[in-house]
Structure formats: structure tokens, C-alpha cells
């Protein structure tokens, strides 16, 4: 058990849909990072927030956003959502950079 | 831009033989490197980090290399067994570049 916590664990919505997903990050983390993991798909990175600040953006779509709240928990929105967008979506956790801590995944499923 | 290449092809061995995966990084210098293990629909788990002064790191039964003249970085495993069998993930990084990670290659250890 890595400590980080994402709810839920799996998601089905459809077309044209938004949902959010929620990460809790480890006792202690002010660096939470979002990635995406499509079918047989590598890592992807989406953005990093450290003590409720954007650090980094990756490949992160307009249709994405997300934000880190007070008590550090962190919440990624889709919209519209398309077919392509269905994946495992895991979020993590650390103290910097390196060594980062990461969670269950939620996986999305968009019919 | 930054790339990172993993053996994509998976790699079978047998039980009690030593594994040996390959990452190599071009287009970029980073600081330090990891490997995480990620089993199929699980979160990517922390194994090994090496720093760029550093030219082996061990625990138990793993150890990493990094040559940064090659860019490269070996994982063994030494005495596999079936257990380790699992993706296993490296992510060069650095200051600039701490989000990327390579696709992975699928380890098998045949009992």
C-alpha cells in the first residue's frame, strides 16, 4: 500500500460526459502528479500541482483540468469526454521529485 | 526531443537466472534515474534510484547501473522467481525533466 488513495476505481460514463477523479496523497506530500496510462500505452504525464500550485503541465488536453485543494487532496476533471479518452488514470504522490509514490488508478471507461 | 527506449519486447527467463533490462535515454543529461515495477492494472511501486555520481546502487536481490557516457542503465535481478514477474518501468530525471517515463518491459521468470 503506497498511502495514496484515488477514488473511484472504476468509472463508466459516455460520450460528451464529465466526470472528476480524486487522489489523496501521502501523510506528509505537497506534490501530487496525474497520469494517464492508455491500453498497452506508456505513462503519460498531465500536471504536476506542489502545495496547491500548478508546477508542470504535460500533454493535458483543454477538455482536462485540475486542482489542488488546502488539505492537499487533488481532483482531475474530463469533459466531453471521447472514447479515447478511456484509461487508467493514476495519480501520485511525493516529497520532491523523485520517488514518486503512486495510487490504485481509477479507470475510465467511456462508451 | 527526450526519448526514452525499453526493450518493448518481453523478456522470458527462468526461475533462479538473472534478468537483465536495458533503458536507454538520449537527448537529454538527467541528474538521477529510477525503476518502478508495475504489475498488470496496478500502480507503478518505487523500486531503485541512482544518482548520476553514482555507478551501481543494490537492494537484495536488484541492482542498477547507470553510465551516463553510454546513457544507459542495466536492472538485474538476480536468482528471479516467478514473483517478479511484472512490467518493469525506468524514468530518467531531472530538474527540467522528472515527469517521463519509458514504456516498460514485460518481464515473465518461467518457473
Known amino acids: 500500500d503506497s498511502g495514496v488513495t484515488q477514488t473511484p476505481k472504476h468509472l463508466i460514463t459516455a460520450t460528451g460526459q464529465r466526470v472528476t477523479l480524486r487522489c489523496s496523497p501521502r501523510?506528509?506530500?505537497?506534490?501530487v502528479y496525474w497520469y494517464q496510462q492508455s491500453l498497452d500505452q506508456g505513462l503519460q504525464f498531465l500536471i504536476h500541482?506542489?502545495?496547491?500550485?500548478?508546477?508542470a503541465k504535460g500533454n493535458i488536453l483543454e477538455r482536462f483540468s485540475a486542482q489542488q485543494f488546502p488539505d492537499l487532496h487533488s481532483e482531475l476533471n474530463l469533459s466531453s469526454l471521447e472514447l479515447g479518452d478511456s484509461a487508467l488514470y493514476f495519480c501520485?504522490?511525493?516529497?520532491?521529485?523523485?520517488?514518486?509514490?503512486f495510487g490504485p488508478g481509477t479507470r475510465l471507461t467511456v462508451l | 526531443s527526450q526519448k526514452i527506449e525499453q526493450n518493448s519486447e518481453a523478456l522470458n527467463i527462468q526461475e533462479g537466472k538473472t534478468a537483465t533490462l536495458t533503458c536507454n535515454y538520449t537527448?537529454?543529461?538527467?541528474?538521477?534515474l529510477q525503476w518502478y515495477r508495475q504489475d498488470p492494472g496496478r500502480g507503478p511501486v518505487f523500486l531503485l534510484l541512482?544518482?548520476?555520481?553514482?555507478k551501481e546502487k543494490r537492494k537484495e536481490r536488484l541492482k542498477v547501473t547507470f553510465d551516463t557516457t553510454l546513457k544507459q542503465s542495466l536492472f538485474h535481478i538476480t536468482a528471479s522467481q516467478p514473483a517478479d514477474s511484472a512490467t518493469y518501468l525506468c524514468?530518467?530525471?531531472?530538474?527540467?525533466?522528472?515527469?517521463?517515463f519509458g514504456t516498460g518491459t514485460r518481464l515473465k521468470v518461467l518457473a
Open positions: 500541482y506542489y502545495n496547491g500550485e500548478e508546477r
Open positions: 524514468a530518467p530525471g531531472s530538474g527540467t525533466y522528472k515527469y517521463i
Open positions: 501520485a504522490s511525493s516529497v520532491n521529485s523523485e520517488r514518486q509514490f
Open positions: 537527448n537529454y543529461s538527467p541528474a538521477y
Open positions: 501523510s506528509g506530500d505537497l506534490s
Open positions: 541512482i544518482r548520476e555520481n553514482e
